[in-house]
């Protein structure tokens, strides 16, 4: 059973960087042909995706967030990971990683919340 | 930037009918998937292509799709079905994007 995991700072200063980790266990990150995506969600409102990698590296990015956002993925350590740069208040959310395969995004972490306050 | 419109809410008693609407604003339409939140919950799986069931999701749950708009259907709806659900879908370039999702309230 594939697992997902997220981890990382949970208070982040305005104009800093949020940096979020996703370890994947009970498969390996490079097997199969999934995407792994980064998605998220301010209180009381709907999900928003950020951006999904693979792993080959090639990565697809929200227009809305594309100047601010970076996905990475490191197969030695079955993790990927997301930079999201220059962060106001408007980012404050749960954020979850999750697989995408065939069949949609099948298996998600149980989410973290990320609060942007000085 | 491509759309995916819902339905705010959809009110059902139990045992009847929900029907959830997921409206994209381009054609052509990629494939739809629906998902389904509980409080405090991750969400999780309960449609994929249009109308493909993932194991352990109840046969209630069926999902069809017409044009550019694909829908929901929960049939002999249960409390425990109560939840936000939400649509989602890609555009040509691999860019994902979700409904705006709907809340399905059992009275």
């Known amino acids: 059973q594939v697992q997902l995991q997220e981890s990382g700072p949970g208070l982040v200063k305005p104009s800093q960087t949020l940096s979020l980790t996703c370890t994947v266990s009970g498969g390996s990150i490079s097997s199969g042909s999934y995407y792994w995506s980064w998605i998220r969600q301010p209180a009381g409102k709907g999900l928003e995706w950020i951006g999904r990698i693979y792993t080959s590296g090639s990565t697809n990015y929200n227009p809305s967030l594309k100047s601010r956002v970076t996905i990475s993925v490191d197969t030695s350590k079955n993790q990927f990971s997301l930079k999201l740069s220059s962060v106001t208040a408007a980012d404050t959310a749960v954020y979850y990683c999750?697989?995408?395969?065939?069949?949609?995004?099948?298996?998600w972490g149980q989410g973290t919340l990320v609060t942007v306050s000085s | 930037s491509y759309e995916l419109t819902q339905p705010p809410s959809v009110s059902v008693s139990p045992g009847q009918t929900a029907r959830i609407t997921c409206s994209a604003d381009a054609l052509p339409k990629q494939y739809a998937y629906w998902y389904q939140q509980k409080p405090g919950q991750a969400p999780v799986l309960v449609i994929y292509k249009d109308s493909e069931r993932p194991s352990g999701i109840p046969e209630r749950f069926s999902g069809s799709s017409s044009g550019t708009t694909v829908t929901l259907t929960i049939s002999g709806v249960q409390a425990e079905d109560e939840a936000d659900y939400y649509c989602?879908?890609?555009?040509?370039?691999?860019?994902?994007?979700f409904g705006t999702g709907t809340k399905v309230t059992v009275l």
């Open positions: 999750a697989r995408y395969s065939s069949r949609g995004h099948d298996y």
């Open positions: 989602q879908s890609a555009d040509s370039s691999g860019t994902y994007v």
